[in-house]
């Protein structure tokens, strides 16, 4: 039997309660701290005593209204399913699930609509938690999931752009396979982790193809892998003299009396490569020379500095201070930049950045529309299935997520369906014609 506890939102009392199934504790599978923390705190409240009223609660309500909250968001955190009825004003339909979350998140406070029923409900699932849930619902979950992913994948580029471009190119993975060819993977699919832990959704064709072939062969059915991916660029690290010079203005302009007693120690390398490091690979920094191209810029940088210094004082303005670095650069730009160009080469410190105009596929000859009816077909297998293993373990009515995820799987496709943009015709100007020797010309306006 489920363990079906109701919670109401703090800011509508009045509303009929959201029912919420707590085994979905057990069954899913999502590692977050919204639900660790919620089966924690269900495991704590089914050791404590039911009380005959409220007025006896064993322990503060304002400690038990907590728990509450944080055992509603680890079910939802676990899986959507959880939600059994969303609840809603009297005499009027159940709110839709959006309602209750915004962008993922659960914006409003829950509380137990009825503590005492709720503590029994909590003890007995405490009871119960070496009973293993069934096959049906773990695989409903898992089920549900995937359909989520696929959504995910169809509107990851909003709600009014196609994430495959007007401009894409397609071709099938097999096409190219060198050993530097590496793909990115929309969707987070597990089985395609990339070789480089640092950027795992990019992986080699080659390994894309062989898991395809054991996880998904038609390269057709989104619950299983990916139907498309999208090319890549290999992005190396490298510094440039705008990075240099920008790191020594700022820390000369804040820490004048560091930077000139310490010259090119004292300017703020550390900020400058995390600056640099900031949305790439994580650990890129890890395989970057640091320390070697500091020693190649300090003849240079203490020069610059020290001259710096020496055409300026604490008197002097600011916008007198960057002129002068300024100077100095331009005058030094040659020696910098060929120091700069020889430590840039010597690097191998890289990642990938996504090339949404090259589409990768797993089934030879797939077109923008193939792929569309892919996941979509996809999709709509999935909640198929959820419904039919729903009623197989004695469900009737769908849950509001499959209603939710089948209006959202109907926007992405009617996004992805949509023609792109076509671009704006040229406005055709007349000619100019000279003006009169007599007459002014007349003013131009352009809008």
């Keep these: ?48 005593e039911v009380p005959e009223s409220v007025e006896k609660l064993p322990i503060p309500e304002y400690r038990l209204n907590v728990m509450a909250h944080r055992i509603f968001q680890g079910a939802i955190a676990s899986s959507m399913l ?28 829950y509380v137990f609509a009825d503590p005492i029923a709720a503590l029994q409900t909590v003890r007995d699932f405490g009871a119960n938690l ?4 069934t096959p049906e619902s773990v695989e409903m979950v898992i089920l549900a999931e995937n359909v989520n992913r ?29 050993r530097e060819d590496f793909i990115f993977i929309p969707g987070n699919y597990d089985e395609y982790a990339g070789e480089d832990e640092n950027t795992p959704a990019f992986v080699s064709r ?14 057709l059915d989104a619950l299983k892998g990916p139907v498309f991916a999208y090319g890549s660029r ?52 890890d395989s970057v020379e640091t320390e070697t191209l500091k020693e190649r810029l300090r003849p240079t940088l203490d020069r610059i500095i020290e001259n710096i210094g020496n055409v300026t004082d604490d008197d002097s303005s600011d916008e007198d201070v960057e002129q002068a670095i300024t100077h100095q650069f331009a005058e030094n730009r040659k020696i910098i930049q060929d ?33 569309i009816d892919a996941l979509t077909t996809s999709a709509h297998a999935g909640l198929e299935a959820i419904a039919t293993l729903r009623q197989a373990t004695g469900g009737s009515a769908a849950v509001p ?21 076509s671009q704006p015709k040229p406005v055709a100007l007349p000619p100019l014609s000279e003006p009169s020797q007599t007459q002014a010309p007349a003013p131009t306006t352009l809008s």
């Excluded at 070496?130 to 849930?133: A, I």
């Excluded at 080659?206 to 390269?219: F, I, M, V």
């Excluded at 560091?258 to 010259?263: A, M, N, Q, Y």
């Excluded at 004292?266 to 900020?271: N, P, Q």
């Design 150 to 178: 696929i959504i995910n994948i169809m509107s990851s580029s909003g709600l009014y752009e196609s994430p495959i471009p007007a401009n894409a190119v397609f071709e099938y993975a097999k096409d190219k396979t060198g």
């Design 82 to 109: 959880a939600i059994v009825e969303s609840g809603g004003p009297k005499g009027a339909p159940d709110v839709p699930l959006s309602n209750i979350l915004k962008n993922g998140m659960v914006p409003l406070k």
């Design 401 to 421: 997520w499959e209603t939710l995820a089948t209006q959202n799987l109907e926007r992405a496709h009617a996004v992805m369906m949509a023609p792109p943009p």
């Design 206 to 219: 080659r390994q894309a193809l062989l898991t395809s072939a054991k996880k998904n062969p038609s390269g």
């Design 130 to 133: 070496k009973v293993s849930p």
């Design 234 to 285: 290999r992005d190396d690290f490298q510094i440039d003299i705008d990075d240099i010079e920008s790191m020594v203005s700022s820390d000369y302009l804040n820490d004048r009396d560091i930077v000139e007693d310490t010259r090119t120690d004292g300017l703020g390398w550390e900020e400058m490569w995390d600056d640099r490091a900031t949305c790439r690979a994580e650990g890129i920094l």
């Design 1 to 48: 039997m489920p363990h079906i506890v109701e919670f109401r939102a703090t800011a509508f009392p009045h509303y009929r309660p959201i029912r919420v199934d707590l085994d979905y504790l057990k069954i899913g599978y999502v590692n977050s701290r919204a639900r660790s923390d919620g089966f924690r705190d269900a495991i704590e409240m089914a050791h404590l």
């Design 339 to 371: 120091i700069l160009d020889q430590w840039n080469s010597e690097q191998t410190a890289h990642d990938f950045s996504q090339n949404d105009r090259e589409i990768v596929t797993f089934t030879p000859g797939l077109t923008r529309q193939g792929i």
